[in-house]
């Protein structure tokens, strides 16, 4: 069963402005959660990640904001640019370290 | 080196053939983890180590799986017997400590393509 789920398979945005991922999980022992940005043929590559005793973490163009009610989190990428076009995973971790990864979202951005 | 190094890039066997990949995790790394990508974007935990020692195998399917993690030497999972369904991209992590206390959570290889036909 997916714990993890990133609903919106793709995003398209316009290169300047805000880029808004969104991400759901049902585990509630999920205390660790992170993103990955992944081009064709690399292996994930890790963005920003958010302990469930935060709401909030800001990276540079990167935020992640996270509703434990909600079991949501979301990534804000401000301003968006070509080289942010990639597939972008969202993963939750336990205390056993293996990470529970969504979908994945395909974001294009356009000139 | 600061990456992580998985060989081969690709890998095609014959069903029933067996099939090895090899990671060398980055230097001072104690974590090694596997993960497999059958469809496009979908992950699948296979196993961790912990240095030598397997951490957690609780996604290995042990009947044709198996993996090590020897000093001085590169990772490696193998797959006895490969069957059409064990055509995925296997990726290979490793952590320098125990995940959570670090900031950059793991770091990844760019895979091994296996393809079984």
């Known amino acids: 069963d997916q714990q993890v789920k990133q609903n919106s398979p793709s995003l398209s945005v316009q290169e300047g402005r805000i880029s808004i991922l969104n991400c759901d999980y049902t585990n509630s022992m999920f205390d660790y959660f992170l993103w990955y940005k992944k081009y064709p043929a690399e292996g994930p590559t890790f963005l920003i990640s958010?302990?469930?005793?935060?709401d909030k973490n800001e990276d540079g163009r990167f935020t992640v904001f996270l509703n434990k009610s909600a079991k949501h989190l979301s990534l804000h990428i401000v301003p968006s640019q070509p080289g942010d076009s990639a597939v972008y995973f969202c993963a939750a971790m336990t205390d056993d370290y293996k990470l529970s990864f969504g979908a994945g979202t395909t974001v294009t951005v356009r000139a | 080196g600061e990456e992580v190094a998985q060989t081969p890039k690709h890998l095609v066997r014959g069903e029933g053939q067996k099939a090895k990949l090899y990671c060398a995790p980055i230097?001072?790394?104690?974590?090694v983890f596997w993960y497999q990508q059958v469809l496009k974007n979908e992950f699948k935990f296979l196993i961790s180590f912990q240095n030598e020692n397997v951490f957690d195998e609780t996604g290995m399917p042990k009947e044709r799986f198996s993996a090590k993690c020897l000093p001085n030497s590169p990772c490696s999972l193998e797959i006895q017997a490969t069957k059409l369904e064990d055509s995925a991209v296997y990726f290979c992590?490793?952590?320098?400590?125990?995940?959570?206390?670090?900031?950059?959570?793991?770091?990844f290889g760019s895979g091994t393509r296996l393809t079984v036909v």
């Open positions: 958010i302990s469930s005793i935060k």
């Open positions: 992590a490793s952590s320098r400590s125990a995940p959570r206390t670090g900031i950059n959570g793991y770091t």
């Open positions: 230097k001072g790394h104690s974590y």
